[in-house]
């Protein structure tokens, strides 16, 4: 699995060279916890999934909709107080014109605003999902491999 993490080191500036696009991060639910005292990482999915959305950015409503979706997602896991915390915290601090790097486009140059995607920035994102999904199901392959 190792192995993986240095290739992922190795090949995504590779990556990031050949686009303005800089590859998929993530810090999971930011400066916010990624679940319950109880089960720690509870909704870490949800922010995961919204920081896909912020990464590849777009108009403002997209962003509206990847709120929303995290506002749901975290509802959805049983906790719908901490769901409508959580879009307020983003509401407020996920702007494109924050200087962060968890603002709305933050995988692409500062500053971008809100922004729709033009089809050869769109092939860009596709390109670097397809490669992310590539790795983890070899990263999944193997790990299943080595649980036999």
């Known amino acids: ?6 290739l992922l080191l190795v090949i995504t500036p ?8 800089k590859p998929f991060t993530t810090d999971g639910c930011s400066a916010f916890p990624d679940g319950t005292l109880e089960q720690k990482s509870l909704w870490i999915e949800c922010c995961i ?3 896909l959305a912020y990464w ?3 108009t403002y409503a997209q962003r509206l909709d990847a709120d929303n979706a995290l506002k749901h997602c975290v509802a959805q896991v049983g906790e719908p107080e901490i769901a409508q915390l959580m879009l ?3 509401r407020v601090g996920g702007s494109p014109y924050y200087p962060t790097p968890y603002r709305w486009g933050y995988g692409w140059p500062y500053p971008r605003g ?3 995607l ?3 920035e769109q092939g860009e994102v596709q390109q670097q999902l397809d490669y992310f999904r590539l790795l983890i199901q070899r990263l999944s392959e ?7």
């Open 114 to 116: 809100y922004k729709a």
């Open 14 to 21: 590779a990556i990031a060279q050949a686009t303005d696009l």
């Open 49 to 51: 999934r919204h920081d």
């Open 142 to 148: 193997d790990l299943n491999f080595f649980n036999e």
């Open 118 to 120: 033009s089809q050869e």
């Open 56 to 58: 590849q950015g777009g």
């Open 1 to 6: 699995m190792k192995i993986y993490f240095l």
């Open 88 to 90: 307020a915290g983003v």
